[in-house]
């Protein structure tokens, strides 16, 4: 054999043992066992729509924008909402956040618009909601990938370089679906 055949065989021995083990160790202990992966994808999918389809974006921001002006969060720091051990700080957030069961809630350190991360890892998104009379800090400056209502912006990993059309169309179809529903 070749030096490249040889390689191949090695790479494909390799990941035959990594798939192997992944299958054998338990799945609390094992992040990348393939239906923990399948069981993630899951999840983010039924937040994706509940975040999109089942939520009041406009009394979402409200809340949002109610936390910013009390000052309850200190900037940059991150207030984990839904793991098993919550912030402390948690309990006074308005309901409409606390009820979508966000991974975490921060205020950007930067900017100082709210930040609710949803889901992360593999499918990262989330919201971005901004205070009132908030000015672009730079001409080319992103708000998020997809406005929600005026404030309050929608961002994903999915918008990624590259992205095609057919991401968007999903996106745009669970914002229809709300639409009709109210």
Not at 104 to 117: E, K, Q, T
Not at 155 to 182: M, N, V
Request: hydrophobic residues 40%; aromatic residues 10%.
């Amino acid at each position: 054999m070749n030096k490249r055949k040889k390689m191949v065989v090695k790479i494909v021995a390799v990941a035959a043992i990594i798939c192997a083990v992944s299958l054998v160790l338990p799945l609390p202990f094992n992040p990348w066992h393939p239906v923990g992966i399948v069981a993630m994808a899951f999840r983010a999918g039924r937040i994706r729509v509940r975040l999109l389809s089942e939520t009041d974006h406009q009394v979402l921001l409200e809340a949002c924008r109610e936390v910013m002006k009390r000052g309850d969060l200190e900037s940059g720091r991150r207030y984990w909402v839904h793991p098993s051990q919550p912030s402390p700080e948690v309990s006074r957030l308005p309901r409409a956040i606390i009820d979508l069961e966000p991974s975490y809630v921060c205020i950007n350190d930067l900017f100082g618009y709210m930040v609710i991360v949803m889901h992360r890892g593999m499918a990262n998104f989330g919201v971005n909601a901004y205070p009132e009379n908030f000015q672009k800090p730079f001409p080319n400056y992103r708000y998020g990938n997809k406005e929600l209502v005026e404030g309050l912006w929608y961002f994903d990993d999915g918008y990624g370089p590259g992205t095609d059309s057919a991401y968007d169309k999903k996106i745009e179809a669970l914002l229809k679906r709300r639409k009709q529903a109210h």
